[in-house]
């Protein structure tokens, strides 16, 4: 399991109110306390933007987050509490600020060949793939190409000196300590037509570069670990998965939440069998990266519409599934936050560790929208309360912790009973039947004495076994 850490948000260290490495590397315990085996680190490295997307130097940290001492530090810690830790790299574009990107507006070589400037009037027409957006960003009477708007000139491989430039930058931070990487718009490192002046994805030449980038990570670092961000259709998906190791499973994520916000077990089976149709193989060329919510999403209560069963239920069906699993920061507090693409901070809020909102290692960047000091959403409130949120949340990542077998598991069928999804899973060494009930009433089911609770309750009355409403639970027959 991955935990996907925005360190601004998360502990600060220093008392300037953003979160920071040092502060990080204080909550290294709390971390492994959760039970996940890995951290997936939003950007750090040097860049103007709160994001952090949008680069000015691919060498450089961030100084609100530390310096390269603190940051070999946190990650040693995490190495000696068995966490992995991955850095999120976009390498699709640049900030505009980025020197490589000054220097190429002077028409100095080789960075004017680092990014792609208008060569016809008619690019000019071109368009975004997904909103019909603008594409080009006019820089004092240079036209540059802006898939991501105007903040994040894109980087132009068609410059063979720029694939060197970016291994170099890889074995640097895998050099520093990290485990490996996310990459950020894996799919548009191509997506430009030079030939039809149109916006266009050429995934096969985009995967030719993520096979000479990986292969030159594992050169250096065998077990090197790769997450592929591609938001498409599971066809596309497959293509660059099998590359990386681990691919987000953008399908799954969004019908998983939709079955289970509309208590659908019928749409539940169909998500599962078509979102996960290579799990029901047992040779696979690449793991399912499991997600329900990340930083370019609605957090899970919020797209539950406040309903905290249905998020605890949405988390308890995933952590059941085949795959390696990542949750986002303060998902387990059961804080909100809904996403829009143009003012996205509301779900980047400040993990909330004290109930008034302060106190030390609270980060304060932002205001609070959502998440209320004396709401009861905070980790005080919540950590010593044996039916809190947070406990049961918990409880269920300590489910999937116990039952590591399930990451490589083959799905062997899925059934519907009225509310009730049955699932039959296999491993190397054991098998279990899976139950989820999206009903409101508990229902009667098969289960022997073996059963792990997953989520909700198990009862028994008359010598017949009940599974709570809105409930999971797992009964292995090894």
């Not at 089976?269 to 996960?276: A, E, G, P, R």
């Not at 797209?303 to 599934?321: A, I, K, P």
């Amino acid at each position: 399991m991955f935990y996907e850490l925005y360190i601004r948000s998360f502990c600060d260290g220093n008392g300037d109110g953003i979160g920071d490495l040092v502060g990080a590397e204080q909550k290294l315990d709390y971390l492994a306390g959760l039970g996940i085996e890995g951290i997936w680190l939003l950007p750090i490295l040097q860049s103007p933007a709160y994001h952090g997307y949008s680069v000015t130097d691919f060498f450089s940290i961030n100084p609100i987050y530390g310096n390269l001492k603190e940051l070999r530090s946190f990650l040693a810690s995490a190495h000696r509490r068995d966490l992995k830790v991955i850095l999120d790299l976009p390498i699709n574009h640049t900030s505009p600020s980025h020197e490589w990107f000054l220097r190429a507006l002077d028409g100095e070589r080789p960075y004017r060949d680092w990014y792609l400037f208008l060569q016809n009037e008619d690019w000019l027409k071109a368009r975004r793939h997904w909103d019909g957006e603008k594409v080009w960003t006019n820089y004092s009477g240079q036209w540059a190409y802006t898939l991501f708007g105007p903040g994040s000139p894109d980087l132009n491989y068609e410059s063979t000196s720029l694939w060197q430039q970016m291994k170099e930058v890889l074995t640097f931070w895998l050099s520093v300590g990290f485990d490996g990487f996310r990459f950020d718009a894996a799919k548009h490192i191509f997506d430009f037509s030079i030939e039809k002046g149109i916006c266009e994805y050429q995934h096969s030449r985009n995967i030719a570069f993520w096979k000479e980038m990986t292969s030159h990570c594992r050169s250096i670092s065998p077990d090197s670990i790769f997450v592929s961000e591609v938001w498409d259709d599971a066809r596309i998906v497959d293509l660059y998965s099998a590359i990386f190791g681990i691919g987000f499973n953008f399908p799954l994520a969004e019908d998983l939440k939709s079955a289970i916000a509309k208590k659908d077990p019928e749409l539940l089976v169909i998500s599962l069998k078509t979102d996960l149709n290579r799990c029901f193989r047992a040779k696979r060329s690449y793991e399912s990266g499991l997600f329900l919510t990340n930083h370019d999403m609605s957090r899970l209560v919020s797209s539950m519409n406040g309903d905290r069963e249905l998020s605890l239920l949405s988390m308890s069906v995933m952590l059941s599934l085949p795959g390696v699993p990542f949750f986002y920061y303060g998902e387990e507090l059961g804080m909100e936050g809904v996403y829009n693409m143009y003012f996205n901070e509301e779900q980047l809020e400040p993990f909330l560790w004290y109930e008034n909102g302060y106190g030390p290692g609270q980060t304060e960047w932002k205001a609070l929208g959502k998440n209320h000091p004396h709401s009861g959403v905070s980790y005080e409130a919540q950590e010593a309360v044996d039916d809190s949120y947070y406990m049961r949340f918990r409880a269920i990542l300590e489910f999937r912790k116990s039952n590591p077998w399930l990451r490589f598991a083959t799905i062997k069928s899925v059934k519907r009973k009225e509310t009730l999804i049955m699932l039959k899973v296999a491993g190397e060494s054991k098998s279990a039947n899976i139950l989820h009930n999206l009903g409101t009433k508990k229902i009667a089911v098969d289960l022997n004495a073996d059963v792990q609770v997953i989520n909700g309750t198990v009862s028994r009355y008359r010598n017949k076994r009940y599974l709570g409403a809105l409930a999971s639970a797992m009964e292995v027959t090894e």
